[in-house]
Every structure is written in C-alpha cells, then in structure tokens.
C-alpha cells in the first residue's frame, strides 16, 4: 500500500494549474511550427506567427496564454493500493484548483450556479474524473478547458444505419458550423460508440493525446487522416479569416455501444491546447 497526503496533492494540483495556463505543450507548439511552413495564406502565416509568439511570452513571463483561464477538468487515474491520508481526494483537488488560481492571478470564471450566475471567485469547482486502475501510482491530469471552443461541442444520437459516411458527415458539419468560434487552428476530439456520456468523455480525452498521435487502429488512423484533410479543406484557417490550416488534428477514441446506438461526439480544443500532468509515486506502507 502506498500512502499520500492530501497537502501534497493541493500543492501539485495547484502547480499543475498554473503551468497548464503558462506553457503550451511541446508537441502543440511544434504543430504551430509546421502549420505555418503548410499554410499558404500569408494572413495565416502571420496568425500562426503570432499564436506562436504568444505561448513563448507567455512562458517567459509566466502569464496566461489566453485571458480565458477555464473551467477545470481534471483526471484522475488512482492505484488500488494508494490510500490518500488527511482528507478527501476530492476536496483535496479542489483546493489545489483554488490555491493555483489565486495565486497565479489566473482570471476565475466559474459561477455556483449555471441560471443564477455568482461566481464562486476561485474557479471551483473543478469538473473531476476518476479512473481506479491496478497497482500503486497517482496521475492527475489538468486541462482548463475554455469555453470558446467547449460551446462548439456537439454529440449525435446516430442510427446505426448512419454507418461511416453518417458519422463523416456529423463530424464535419459540426466542425463547419463551429466556423471560427473555437479559435483555430483547433485539435477535433471525437468519441463514437458507448452511451450519449461516454461519447462525450471520449472526446474530450482525445483532446488529451499527442498532437502527432495516431490511433493505434489502422482503419481510426486513417480516418483521422481523412477528416483532418477534410477539415482543413472547409477554408476557415487561422484565427478563422481564412486559410489551410483549420485544424492541427484529429483524434478519435471508441467503445462498445448498443446494438440500437451509434452515439458520435466532437469536442474542439482551440490552439491553446492546455493540460499538465504530475505523476506520482511514493514509499511502501506495511
């Protein structure tokens, strides 16, 4: 058994959030790079330029990459044989969330209740997902996910009937009508199969993979070939004002479904595609 305190974790989830609105991953700012050698509108070169500059600032300065700081999601993949000592896990993550937005200056954006509208002026309550897996290791993953490119997602109830092309279709056209809202260029989460919820969280996990990832299913990873291809095709480019380049990637994840059911869900991630990941590992208790 391996135990961890709750202060440790409050410490590391609210580093996590601070980072994950400071520094732009590796892979995502590579992708900018590419993108903008590939993009042929000279209007789209220097968007891309710019998003570029602005993630090293950014990380320079240690101040947020977008003024939309997020809802939290955080992920949370617990061992069997951890025992988490001195409080609960979940308030645990919360008052981290809260720590690191206070301390980092980071704007707060979350209200208490969705019709009645007082913000909570801390940014919790966090969105949590928990995962119970074999063995003995935390890793919590924190994704501020704003809400330019959430208001984009869109799911499907889709017939079987439907088939590939049904779910071709679905998936493009939720991209067009997003437009340039998610702030492009976007990474396109797509969840197909299980229940309407599963979907949606299939989705959003994408969002959490490599940007030059591909699904390990040769038939998915030329699927996510084919709609990225598709995508860029629809002309909205950079900053939405035009180009090749409208998205950097397409992830697709799936799960058994009902044989009534063919659930399919996008969920976009604008260009600053944020989260961080601490992983951990502590000393044996008898």
């Given amino acids: 058994m391996q135990e961890i305190t709750v202060s440790l974790i409050v410490e590391?989830?609210?580093?996590?959030?601070?980072?994950?609105?400071?520094?732009?991953?590796?892979?995502?700012?590579d992708a900018l790079q590419e993108a903008a050698d590939l993009e042929e509108s000279s209007q789209g070169k220097r968007i891309l330029g710019e998003?570029?500059?602005?993630?090293?600032?950014?990380?320079?300065?240690?101040?947020?990459?977008?003024?939309?700081?997020?809802?939290?999601?955080?992920?949370?993949?617990?061992?069997?044989?951890?025992?988490?000592?001195?409080?609960?896990?979940?308030?645990?993550?919360?008052?981290?969330?809260?720590?690191?937005?206070?301390?980092?200056?980071?704007?707060?954006?979350?209200?208490?209740?969705?019709?009645?509208?007082?913000?909570?002026?801390?940014?919790t309550p966090a969105v949590i997902y928990y995962d119970i897996v074999?063995?003995?290791?935390?890793?919590?993953?924190?994704?501020?996910?704003?809400?330019?490119?959430?208001?984009?997602?869109?799911?499907?109830?889709?017939?079987?009937a439907d088939g590939l092309d049904g779910v071709k279709r679905f998936i493009l056209?939720?991209?067009?009508?997003?437009?340039?809202?998610p702030c492009p260029p976007v990474t396109v989460g797509i969840g197909i199969g299980g229940t309407a919820d599963k979907a949606l969280l299939l989705a959003k996990r994408a969002l959490l993979r490599d940007v030059k990832s591909a699904n390990q299913d040769p038939d998915l990873a030329a699927l996510e070939r084919e709609l990225l291809e598709a995508?860029?095709?629809?002309?909205?480019?950079?900053?939405?004002?035009?180009?090749?380049?409208?998205?950097?990637?397409?992830?697709?994840?799936?799960?058994?479904?009902?044989?009534?059911?063919?659930?399919?869900?996008?969920c976009l991630n604008c260009h600053a595609a944020r989260h961080k990941t601490w992983e951990w590992r502590g000393e044996k208790v008898e």
């Fill in 12 to 29: 590391n989830v609210a580093r996590l959030c601070q980072e994950a609105n400071f520094d732009l991953p590796s892979d995502v700012r």
């Fill in 51 to 123: 998003i570029y500059e602005n993630a090293c600032i950014a990380q320079q300065e240690r101040i947020p990459l977008c003024q939309d700081t997020g809802m939290v999601l955080v992920f949370v993949e617990i061992g069997q044989d951890v025992h988490v000592t001195g409080g609960s896990l979940t308030e645990a993550i919360n008052a981290g969330v809260a720590r690191g937005y206070q301390d980092g200056y980071l704007r707060k954006s979350v209200v208490a209740d969705p019709l009645h509208r007082k913000n909570t002026g801390d940014n």
């Fill in 134 to 160: 074999p063995g003995d290791q935390l890793r919590i993953t924190v994704m501020p996910k704003g809400f330019g490119s959430e208001n984009c997602t869109a799911l499907g109830m889709l017939k079987p």
């Fill in 173 to 181: 056209d939720a991209v067009d009508k997003a437009g340039p809202n």
């Fill in 231 to 266: 995508i860029n095709k629809l002309g909205y480019g950079p900053g939405g004002l035009g180009g090749r380049i409208t998205a950097l990637a397409v992830h697709i994840e799936t799960y058994p479904t009902h044989i009534a059911g063919l659930p399919v869900a996008v």
